[in-house]
Nanobody, 116 residues
Framework: VQLQASGGGLVQAGGSLRLSCAVS????????IDWYRQAPGKQREFVGF???????DYADSVKGRFTISRDNGKNTAYLQMNSLTPEDTGVYYC???????????WGQGTQVTVSS
């Protein structure tokens, strides 16, 4: 199982970025994909998830600004981030706990830096 996060970069406050998470080694369409982030000096925190049926949920800190979607044909999940603030700076990770498999699989992370 491999997850490859990409799309991070440097953006000004108020700007937008779209992250991608390309997944291989599992039946992508059958699995929930989670997004997490870790700011410098802080613990990794939950951002949101999307289920196999497209249901989403988000941390309160990103509700209304971030949107998770998926393209099962491309085995890819997306994290659209709008109205970014410096507090959104961190390394963003995608993760899945594949059905029938014990344990979680994480992508390598992609850096997002929001300047004020």
């Amino acid at each position: 199982v491999q997850l490859q996060a990409s799309g991070g970069g440097l953006v000004q406050a108020g700007g937008s970025l779209r992250l991608s998470c390309a997944v291989s080694g599992i039946i992508f369409s059958s699995n929930t994909i989670d997004w997490y982030r870790q700011a410098p000096g802080k613990q990794r925190e939950f951002v949101g998830f999307i289920t196999m049926n497209g249901r989403t949920d988000y941390a309160d800190s990103v509700k209304g600004r971030f949107t998770i979607s998926r393209d099962n044909g491309k085995n890819t999940a997306y994290l659209q981030m709008n109205s970014l603030t410096p507090e959104d700076t961190g390394v963003y990770y995608c993760m899945t706990v594949p059905i029938g498999v014990s344990g979680a699989y994480w992508g390598q992370g992609t850096q997002v830096t929001v300047s004020s």
